[in-house]
Structures are given as C-alpha cells and as structure tokens.
C-alpha cells in the first residue's frame, strides 16, 4: 500500500479500486468465487451426466418425467450369465492389457529416460504421441486391414513364401493387441516420467554398490517409479474396461465385452435404463480396484520426484 | 615406500571441446588419507568418477591393486562412492540401504543382520534408527548411513565427493572428526574430494591441488601450505597475502646467504626472502598469520599501516591493514593474548619474518 500512496500521480479512484482488489483477492470469499467457474463446469458436465445414468439404473423408464424406482435393471444384468461373463472376459482382458503393456513400457521407459539424449527422448515421445492425434477407429481398422486373410501381414508372409495366418481377425483374444495397442502410450508416459524423477546419482550407486542390471530395476528402479507404474496401469485398465473398439472392430464381435454390451444397451437396443444399470456396475467395479491402487500411487511423489 | 593401491596414468576427460581432466597421473598408497582439491570446475569430481568406473575416461587407465580396472564397470571395482547428494534410497530404511551392498557382495558375512548393526555403530548411529526412512533423518545422520552404506561394502578404496558440502558448520567439523576416526579405525584407504582448503588440509596425508583439469602440486598438508609452487596455489590456500616482486642483487645487501633481497613494486619497498627457489622475478606470499602488526618499527620487511578493521575470530584476531595513501591492502591474524590489540584507525607497523615469505611463479 505504501508504494501506491507514494505514487503522486495516482487519482484517488485508481487508489481505491487497487485498494479493493487488494482486499477482494485476500478475503476467504473471493477464493471460492474464484473457484467457481471450474466447479460449474464440473458439475454441469461431469457429475450431471454421471447423476443422471445412475437415476435411470434405478428407473423402469427413460422418460425423465416418468422416473420411478426399482432394481429391475440391476436384477437382470446381475442375473444373467451371459452378461456376466462379459465383465469377467472385460477383467481377463483388461488385466492383461495391462500386464503386456507394463512388460513393455517398463524396459522401454527406462531405456527411453536415462539412456537417450534429451533430443532423441523428445523425439521418441513425439513419435508415440502422433498416433494419439487421429480417431482410434481409424487406428484399428488399420490394424484390421493389416490382419485380415487378404491384408497387408499375409501378402508380406505370401510374398516371402511362408504362409498365410488366417482367422486373426476372427479370434478373440487378438482384441488384447489392439487394446495393448491403443492404450500403450497412457502406461509408457507415467513411467517413463517416474523414471525420469530418478536421480542419476541414486542409480550410480547402486551400480558402484555391486548392483547388476536387474538387481537395480527390481530393487531401485521398480520401487522409485510405483506410482507411475500404478498410474499407467489405472489408465489401461479403466480405459480399456468400457471401451468396444477392439473386441468390435479388429475382432468383428468375436469377443463380448463390457463396453459392446453398453453399446447393444444404449444404441442397438434402446434400453437406457438397462444400459445405464450396467454402466454403474461397470463404474462401482472399477472404482473398487482402482481406489487402492491410486491411493499407493502417491501422486505428489510422481510430480516432485524423489530421491535427491 | 609402499606400493600403491591405486594408480591412474594419463586420465583425460573430454567433453564437445572442452577437457575436464586434462592428462593427469598419480597414485594414492593403501591406507593413506588422499584428497583432490581445488575451485568448481577443476576436474576433481570427474576424476573421482573415473577412478568408481562410473565415468570411462577419453585417455589413460586405472590400476588398482596392479589390476587394469579401466574398462571394468563400477560393479566390478573394489571401491566404493560416497556421493555429494549421498544418494541414499529413499524408498528403504537405513537397514535395507545397508543391507543393499551386502546382499550384492559375494563374500558377505553370514549374519547381515550382526553386520549392520556393527557397521552402525562403527559410524556413530543408534540402532533405534535402523528403521526409519532417510526422509525421516537428520542432515548428519543421512551422512554417517552414506558413509556406513559405502564401508559395508567393504571396498579397498572409499571414494568420497565432498561428503560434507550439504551441512553447516558446526556439525561438519564434528563429522571432519568421524571421517578422520573412520579412516583410521577402518584402515581403508580414503580418496577424498572438496574445495574445501579446511577439510583437504585437517583430513589429509597427502593433497593433490587441481586447476582446469591438471594437477597443479602434490604434498603434505604441511609442504603445500608453506611452499605453495604457484600463485594459484598460495592464493587457493587461502589467507595470502599476494605482491608481485623481482630480485635486486646490486645495490640491496642480504642479511645472511640464505636470503635474497627482493624489490616489492607495488609496495615500493624493498623485501628479505629466504624462499625464492632461485626465481628472479614472481609473487611473494605471505600468509596473515605471518604477518605481526607492532607500534615499533621493525627494521626489515616492514611498513607503517593503519588497521582498517578488526575481525574477533575467536582464538585469534583479524585485522584488515591498509597502507595510507594507496589502497594496498594486508590481512594479519594474531593470537589473542600474544600481541597487544589494536583498534581501527590506529596508525601501527605491519611486519613479517624472512624466513616467512615465500616467491612463487605466476
């Protein structure tokens, strides 16, 4: 304030609208106000949606003037064991989209944090983000076309002689390859940033300290990047849950997951109050897993790094 | 004399077109106290991670025990790191970063358990911290976990880059002792680096001064603080007081045949120098506590000064003198007691020995 008052030009006017915003911005009020352009956005968009799908899981009908209550919906889809398996196929997928994508990412990402150059580690990332700038259905209808009887893998493999791989795009589990393949990236970048917050220090030691290879990943490395691990890991797996791409358009519906079960519900069946029954399954679900393994994460630990 | 443990010939480190280490040599004997000194920047640190093997140098090898070890990784060397960060793992208690080495060493000893709590107490750490995290330590006591983690290790040679940079001042002296007392309770041979003038000279058998990748003298504690071989050197050592001077044979008479008169420009006077190693021109050197400041006038190597200011050091007492009418400037430590004391702006003669000074080259 004092350095305003010394300020001879200053009109009194510009003196007290400083003098207000000095005193807006410190009052406790203001901050909520300040706050409140996100927290609408939040819950016109976000828990809106999300309030109403979990209304119509208890509904009999999708009229939003007719909403009433009953556990019809859950019954049925907890009742049937069709619809059933299919969360049990989503976990068995998901998990080991998951488990292939660490397998991957975790050598990579070490390889990519504390072997290359800053240039040739942008470089990479560039390279793995390009793809994530177009429709992942094109993405996997690329993939299709590449598997199919008559696709590009098979003209190569004829080309060479060898023979033809057929039916790939007809067996089920070939929907965790493009699941693996979609979701990649979103397990890579935590881990890659965890070990990148590893300070080279910490790994020259337990190098000096008689550490081999993968003394020091199973020791050092894994332990110091868990919580991009865990973060990577919640991505893949909740991304990968509810979404019907893969099983539908690499595999043609060889293979029923949950999110082409949400999609039968909501487009082909027109059955909302049912769609959205199953989708609060699915969110409950995934929250019990996820909860535990985000909450060992230690998000704060993965921003800040550790270990200097 | 004693073979040496470690010998490194001809190191040079090169980065894009600058080199780190520039072609230097020399060996440290089993069981002494070495230490690399010298100003950021100098090589010293780079060179400490070409002896782990965690650096491989342009040029030059590393023996230790008489064995290349120069293309060996630092898994593989019989010397340990104590780094500057200490790189203590975060993510375990002091007892697995203890336990971490052992279980890499192949001839560990049975009882790790028995051998950590040993190795524990050797430092000077309570056993009621074997399960905390280093988050959850002290400045001094992460040090002594470093310093433990390194010795269980049992290596032949313990590197160490200054250990001690992260602490203040109280508790680095107290832990300048505990590395002294580690060295000579554990027997191993120490390599240590710092640009602490302090540290390299209370710690050492034998300091290497280093300057833009070279080694620039090699000696005693003792040898190198009186006979420093370069104005860098006098200077790095700290509390010198620098005059650039050239011999004067005809006209000036020395007192004895040891001694050369010296014509001092700057102080427009004349200086009796009994260390010159036969140089003809070059810088005297003059260390503040060699200098004596009385109201007599001394018949040699004297000037009249006035005491600008007085610095209480404790033991000992600063002044900062400045010559009346020029801004030469000379800096005195006295023992308090010895000498009578003197206040700024009292008009006093600044006098040093013959035996004192020292002509060093540029």
């Known amino acids: 304030m004092n350095e305003h008052t010394t300020m001879p030009r200053m009109t009194v006017d510009e003196k007290s609208l400083s003098g207000w915003l000095d005193e807006f911005m410190s009052s406790w009020r203001s901050r909520y106000l300040l706050v409140l352009p996100v927290g609408l956005l939040l819950v016109v968009f976000f828990f809106f949606p999300l309030m109403i799908i979990f209304l119509y899981s208890f509904s009999a009908s999708d009229e939003v003037s007719q909403l009433s209550f009953t556990l019809h919906n859950y019954i049925s889809v907890l009742s049937s064991p069709a619809k059933l398996s299919m969360y049990l196929h989503s976990v068995v997928y998901s998990s080991a989209t998951v488990a292939i994508c660490l397998a991957i990412a975790f050598p990579l990402g070490n390889f990519i944090a504390k072997h290359l150059s800053k240039l040739a580690q942008a470089f990479v990332i560039a390279l793995l983000v390009a793809p994530l700038f177009m429709s992942m259905l094109i993405r996997i209808l690329g993939w299709r076309l590449f598997m199919l009887k008559f696709g590009v893998l098979n003209e190569l493999l004829s080309y060479f002689g060898l023979p033809r791989i057929e039916g790939l795009t007809y067996m089920g589990p070939m929907a965790i390859f493009g699941m693996v393949y979609l979701y990649f990236p979103f397990v890579l970048f935590p881990i890659y940033v965890a070990i990148s917050n590893i300070s080279d220090e910490i790994l020259d030691a337990a190098r000096d300290l008689g550490g081999n290879t993968w003394t020091i990943a199973r020791r050092i490395t894994l332990p110091l990047a868990a919580p991009g691990v865990a973060i990577g890991s919640a991505f893949a797996f909740a991304l990968s849950f509810g979404n019907p791409v893969s099983s539908e358009v690499l595999v043609g519906n060889n293979v029923q997951l949950v999110g082409n079960m949400e999609k039968f519900s909501f487009g082909y069946a027109q059955n909302w109050v049912q769609g959205s029954a199953e989708s609060t399954i699915m969110m409950i679900f995934l929250l019990i897993v996820l909860i535990p393994v985000l909450k060992r994460a230690e998000i704060d630990r993965l921003l800040h790094g550790e270990g200097n | ?362």
């Open chain 2, 1 to 362: 004399m004693t073979a040496a443990l470690m010998q490194a010939t001809g190191l040079t480190h090169s980065y894009g077109n600058g080199k780190a280490v520039d072609d230097i040599s020399f060996d440290v004997t089993e069981g002494q106290f070495v230490t690399l000194v010298g100003p950021s920047g100098c090589g010293k640190t780079t060179t400490l991670k070409i002896v782990a093997g965690l650096l491989t140098p342009t040029e030059g090898a590393i023996h230790i025990n008489g064995r290349d070890v120069t293309r060996q990784p630092a898994k593989k060397r019989p010397s340990s790191l104590v780094f500057q960060s200490l790189a203590l793992f975060p993510h375990m208690t002091v007892e697995q970063n203890l336990r971490y080495p052992l279980d890499n060493r192949r001839d560990a000893p049975d009882d790790k358990a028995e051998s950590i709590r040993g190795m524990l107490s050797l430092v000077g750490l309570d056993h009621s911290l074997l399960h905390r995290h280093p988050s959850q330590l002290s400045g001094g006591q992460k040090q002594r976990v470093a310093l433990a983690r390194s010795l269980i290790y049992d290596p032949k040679l313990l590197l160490l880059d200054e250990p001690l940079s992260a602490i203040d001042f109280q508790l680095r002296r107290q832990l300048r002792k505990t590395l002294s007392d580690l060295h000579r309770k554990s027997g191993k041979t120490f390599l240590y680096v710092t640009h602490s003038l302090e540290e390299a000279l209370s710690l050492s058998d034998e300091i290497i001064v280093m300057n833009a990748g070279k080694i620039l003298q090699r000696g005693s504690p003792d040898e190198i603080f009186s006979s420093p071989v370069s104005r860098f050197v006098a200077e790095f050592m700290g509390d010198a007081n620098v005059f650039s001077v050239a011999r004067r044979d005809e006209g000036g008479e020395a007192r004895s045949d040891a001694t050369r008169r010296f014509w001092a420009e700057e102080l427009d006077m004349e200086v009796d120098v009994r260390r010159h190693g036969d140089l003809r021109d070059g810088y005297l050197i003059v260390r503040a506590h060699e200098v004596q400041v009385g109201r007599d006038r001394p018949r040699r190597n004297a000037m009249e000064v006035e005491i600008f200011n007085r610095y209480d050091l404790g033991g000992s007492i600063e002044y900062s003198l400045v010559r009346p009418g020029s801004d030469i400037r000379l800096s005195c430590v006295m023992e308090k007691g010895q000498a009578e004391e003197f206040s700024p702006g009292e008009r006093v003669y600044a006098q040093w020995p013959e035996h004192a000074g020292t002509v060093v080259p540029e």
